[in-house]
């Protein structure tokens, strides 16, 4: 294909790819839901208040104790970018029942309607991402927000839910008016004080109810299950509707949604149909081998029985069971207190462990990792207050080692020209206008060089920008540009030009080549696949909505031209990376500006694959964040991981930052469960063969260094 065709080709899918749908958004493309692992996981440390782990017949399971807060949470925290529920998906439940009382229901799980709560979006705004530092929300949406009518909490109504009763299992839906509908299922029977696993499947116009993995029950319901089912503002309730009428008396033990896919597939024909299993939370995991109802099982028998999983116990009872982990791809042994390793493909990344707490003089909101010459490693941190600092890496970890005077600084960014090294400082104050008697909308971001023979940094050049949140520095065709993100004007002025700047090699300084119109610019990425070049803008914001256009462009007859443009929530950060002859991008979005001047943070982040037939990026997955600010890319040895940086759910800035593993066929799937405080970067570097991850935080004077482990 000549390159003429191609770019033809290129400008007339640019013209195709809006990847938005319409003003109710289904739950569509959904991997299996945890419900149960969510709620039990969200602090390790401490078994979840208001419920308690209990074993029975050799089998844990969960006793809800009171319909505590714990066991709710927000709709959107999993069914995130959508407004309706799934018209089709699977309910997977393994419970112990107790007799039911007449007159009696018990819910093993509902979804209830919003309640009117009393609530301030503008806090919401200024909390998220460190924008009330930055100045994210400007002054017309403080005045605007200040206006909002509050109401009192008023309790919501159920939406839909799976409960017991006498007469057997109910499921209940809101149907088309405001009463709910009942589908039940008489024709069932649970034994009390025994396990049972069920799967119910629902279709639009068809139910189908399968009990340890016998014959299903199918039945065509009176009126069908509705397609238009609005969940916005709706809670999980786990064990309850959210208060004691109703709890859950009995044992729980999985609990899993499963959109658009009958799971009944998945799970069946099982070796133990009453405990069989889709996904369970690692808290119930610990199985003695003897069970009541196996009288001759001993420890004894356990030898050469071979387990499959992602964790296991090992213990006395488990002495001599083999244990293959699928993704560690490794063989072992119980010896009665550890696994021992009898087999294992190659090293892979096994654990992180917490190497170094940098205490800062200030909030991060950047670190940029690179090398000297002859020096050595080194790290810029882009400090909220005045002045910035540039760290040395040493075998005590990363040491001051210069101070660097800046205003606000947001981000920065190491390159080269040659032989010589630059660093150039996005700063968002105004500090630097003082002595210019300039416009105070106008920032000057700073460009420095490092002098050889002062072995510092050095003021080089100085460029007038707008509240500078991100420098990108790259080369194409021999020559150096930088491209600056200028996030606004003013208060309220989101839609500027982003500059281009090129290396004028005569008067050694850069000069303006090319202006880009952004909205809210976050980040720039710039990338090659062949000889192609591309530069990609994560817009945020553009004076009304988060929901606006990111846009990828294409280098062509010396400019950056729109290439693909695509749907974006706040978007703040673009990660390219390759995986053999495969192109990635992740976008990390922020936040989800609501109709009602509220905030959602729990949304999609999405990872796009450059469909080479078709010449643009694709969907290929999605992954559940919490105002991510950033992702990374890294890869030891022949594996491939992303790490992001949650900052805020709403509620807390104390979040676990995620890291995922590429597992092929899978995408990404999380790892490790990092602990953050407002986390805003994450930087990998390696030094004398080890490997290491640093993070920094917008919300407390320090940084910290992890290691990561291989075995």
């Known amino acids: 294909m000549s390159m003429q065709i191609f770019i033809l080709l290129l400008l007339w899918a640019s013209r195709v790819t809006e990847t938005t749908t319409g003003t109710w958004r289904q739950c569509t493309e959904l991997l299996p839901l945890d419900l149960l692992s969510f709620v039990l996981e969200r602090d390790t440390s401490r078994v979840v208040p208001g419920v308690h782990v209990k074993q029975l017949a050799g089998v844990r399971g969960v006793q809800f104790l009171s319909p505590d807060t714990s066991m709710s949470f927000p709709a959107s925290q999993f069914l995130v970018n959508c407004d309706l529920f799934p018209n089709e998906f699977s309910l997977v439940v393994t419970v112990k029942v107790n007799p039911i009382s007449p007159k009696r229901d018990e819910y093993i799980f509902s979804l209830m309607g919003p309640k009117n709560v009393e609530r301030s979006a503008l806090k919401e705004k200024e909390e998220v991402l460190g924008t009330k530092n930055l100045g994210f929300i400007s002054e017309d949406e403080q005045q605007l927000q200040k206006k909002e009518t509050k109401s009192h909490a008023k309790p919501g109504g159920i939406i839909l839910g799976l409960k017991l009763s006498q007469n057997g299992l109910n499921f209940v839906f809101k149907g088309n008016g405001k009463a709910a509908e009942h589908q039940s299922f008489h024709d069932i029977h649970l034994t009390p004080n025994q396990w049972h696993t069920l799967v119910l499947v629902i279709g639009i116009h068809h139910m189908k109810l399968t009990v340890d993995c016998r014959s299903p029950l199918e039945i065509a319901p009176p009126r069908a299950f509705p397609s238009d089912l609005n969940i916005q503002g709706s809670r999980f309730h786990i064990g309850s509707r959210g208060r004691w009428k109703g709890l859950f008396s009995g044992l729980m033990r999985q609990l899993v949604l499963v ?28 199985l003695p081998v003897r069970r009541q109802n196996d009288r001759h099982a001993t420890s004894s028998g356990t030898a050469g029985r071979l387990s499959v999983g992602l964790e296991r116990p090992c213990s006395e009872l488990l002495r001599h069971q083999l244990w293959f982990n699928p993704l560690k791809k490794g063989l072992y042994v119980c010896d009665g207190s550890a696994w021992i390793t009898v087999w294992e493909d190659h090293k892979r990344l096994d654990y992180v462990s917490e190497h170094q707490v940098l205490i800062t003089s200030s909030e991060t909101h950047d670190v940029e990792v690179f090398q000297i010459q002859d020096v050595g490693l080194m790290a810029a941190m882009a400090h909220r207050a005045s002045g910035s600092a540039v760290y040395l890496w040493t075998h005590l970890g990363f040491q001051l080692y210069q101070n660097i005077s800046t205003h606000g600084a947001l981000a920065w960014k190491h390159f ?55 420098w990108e520095a790259f080369n194409i065709n021999e020559q150096t540009y930088l491209a600056v993100a200028n996030h606004r004007m003013g208060n309220s002025n989101h839609t500027i030009n982003s500059v281009i700047y090129k290396w004028n090699r005569s008067t050694k300084s850069f000069e303006v080549h090319q202006t880009l119109i952004t909205s809210g610019a976050y980040d720039w990425e710039f990338f090659k696949v062949g000889p ?43 990660e390219m990376f390759q995986i053999g002859s495969r192109v990635f991008l992740a976008v990390a979005n922020g936040y989800r500006l609501q109709g009602n001047g509220s905030s959602q943070y729990t949304i999609s982040s999405t990872i796009y694959e450059l469909d080479m037939s078709a010449q643009l990026f694709v969907r290929f997955q999605d992954i559940v964040t919490y105002s991510a600010v950033d992702w990374e890319f890294f890869s030891l040895r022949e594996e491939y991981f992303l790490v992001v940086a949650n900052s805020y759910n709403g509620e807390s800035y104390s979040l676990n930052s995620i890291l995922y593993r590429w597992q092929g066929y899978e995408g990404f799937v999380p790892v490790h469960w990092l602990p953050t405080i407002g986390c805003s970067d994450w930087e990998f570097f390696s030094s004398n063969g080890e490997s290491f991850l640093i993070y920094s935080s917008a919300k407390a004077a320090l940084s910290k260094v992890f290691k990561l482990k291989t075995y």
């Open 259 to 286: 959109p658009n896919s009958d799971a009944s597939h998945q799970i069946c024909p099982s070796s133990d149909p009453q405990l069989a299993a889709l996904s369970v939370p690692p808290l119930l995991l610990d």
């Open 416 to 470: 080269q020209i040659g032989k010589k090294a630059y660093l150039v400082v996005s700063n968002s104050g105004t500090g630097t206008n003082k002595s210019l008697d300039k416009d105070p909308e106008t920032d000057f971001s700073v460009i420095y060089k490092w002098s050889k023979r002062r072995k510092r940094f050095v003021r080089f050049q100085t460029l007038q920008t707008h509240c500078a949140r991100d």
């Open 532 to 574: 192609y070049h591309f530069l990609v803008v994560a817009n945020a914001f553009d004076g009304v909505t988060t929901s606006v256009d990111s846009v990828i462009y294409i280098w062509i007859d010396g400019r950056f031209q729109v290439f693909q443009t695509i749907k974006t929530f706040c978007a703040t950060d673009w």
